[in-house]
């Protein structure tokens, strides 16, 4: 069946930089998606990966390895606010059908 | 301001009982679906549309029913809730066609079910 695997949990201090990765089950694999949740909050959208690269938007950016299978998130400069659980999400073959991670839970300390 | 609404936000109920939620998108939105948030199990996808009565299963229909018989409403009934179906709720939109621009999906604030 279609599954992602992420880290659980991740622990960081603030300032620094932290990476969260994602692999996931190749057959007819569309795109990886990036969504931030805090707690009692809705899922936002941060990136999205069709092809293989890099996407940088402000602190944040994210990485796909379609022949990996792989994707990360990349966040620098770490504040306290980027506490919060990190979703990658993808969709295959064209369909709507989309499929999340568990979630990786990022504790900063200060 | 561009919003998915969703109603109520929280839910208490009794085995049995029917009971909907809303959905309502002000984007234009072809692309609506529902999610249930579960602790350890991330987001689960119920149904979505692709747009006005057309509706598909996603991973977990099971207990569930959809509509779309408009564009902007896409309600989620559950006509004899059970225990199992407690859990935290999201409705989202997106726009359609497939494209890069269009990957983004607006969530709702979601509800919180509880089944007794």
């Known amino acids: 069946g279609q599954s992602l695997e992420q880290p659980s949990e991740v622990t960081a201090v603030e300032g620094a930089i932290v990476q969260i990765n994602c692999t996931y089950q190749?057959?007819?694999?569309?795109?990886l998606s990036w969504y931030q949740q805090h707690d009692g909050g809705a899922p936002t959208f941060l990136s999205y990966?069709?092809?293989?690269g890099l996407e940088e938007t402000g602190r944040f950016s994210s990485f796909l390895s379609r022949s990996d299978s792989y994707g990360y998130l990349l966040l620098q400069e770490l504040q306290m606010k980027d506490s919060a659980s990190y979703f990658c999400?993808?969709?295959?073959?064209?369909?709507?059908?989309?499929?999340f991670g568990k979630g990786t839970r990022l504790h900063i300390l200060p | 301001e561009a919003q998915v609404t969703q109603n109520p936000r929280y839910l208490i109920t009794v085995t049995g009982k029917k009971l909907t939620v809303t959905c309502s998108q002000n984007?234009?939105?072809?692309?609506m679906s529902w999610y249930r948030q579960d602790p350890g199990l991330g987001l689960r996808q119920i149904y979505y549309?692709?747009?006005?009565?057309?509706?598909d299963k996603g991973d977990v229909p099971e207990g569930y029913k959809v509509s779309r018989k408009e564009k902007r409403n896409f309600p989620l009934i559950l006509e004899s809730p059970s225990p199992n179906q407690t859990s935290l709720y999201f409705c989202?939109?997106?726009?359609?066609?497939?494209?890069?621009?269009?990957?983004?999906?607006?969530f709702g604030s979601g509800t919180q079910l509880s089944v007794l």
């Open positions: 999400a993808v969709r295959w073959n064209r369909d709507d059908k989309i499929i």
């Open positions: 990966n069709a092809l293989d």
């Open positions: 190749t057959s007819g694999f569309y795109g």
């Open positions: 984007m234009n939105h072809e692309y």
């Open positions: 989202a939109s997106r726009q359609s066609p497939f494209g890069q621009l269009n990957e983004k999906l607006f």
């Open positions: 549309s692709m747009n006005v009565e057309v509706t």
